[in-house]
């Protein structure tokens, strides 16, 4: 019983972190339009002079966003490593394409979790 409440306190934990992140990035303004436009201002030591407004959930989305970055990054390798085609084994009626399934969750290849990373990398 311990063991569980430990797993739900850590998914909690987790859910909540990813909230949090997904919020920060929702409050903070867009930055794509204008790099394009600050792309042309880098100076001869590869700068951009800018002077902007910042408002505080820019900051605050600004301060993590790398180390989000990485995170992100490295969960999703960590789950494209655990989530990767395996034959399935058995007979076949076409030999040359036999059917595959994640070598992690078992589905059918290509699994939900394959799938939603590519979803979300997609768009």
Not at 41 to 48: H, R
């Amino acid at each position: 019983m311990g063991d569980r409440s430990g797993d739900a306190q850590r998914r909690l934990w987790l859910r909540e972190r990813l909230e949090a992140i997904r919020a920060r990035a929702e409050k903070s303004s867009p930055w794509r339009g204008v790099t394009q436009y600050f792309s042309r201002l880098i100076n001869q030591e590869g700068f951009v002079p800018i002077k902007t407004r910042l408002s505080r959930e820019d900051l605050a989305f600004l301060v993590g966003a790398r180390d989000d970055a990485i995170a992100f990054a490295d969960l999703g390798l960590r789950l494209l490593e655990l989530h990767q085609p395996r034959d399935a084994g058995g007979i076949s009626s076409d030999p040359d394409n036999p059917i595959r399934r994640c070598r992690a969750c078992m589905w059918r290849w290509p699994c939900p979790t394959f799938r939603a990373i590519e979803d979300a990398l997609d768009g």
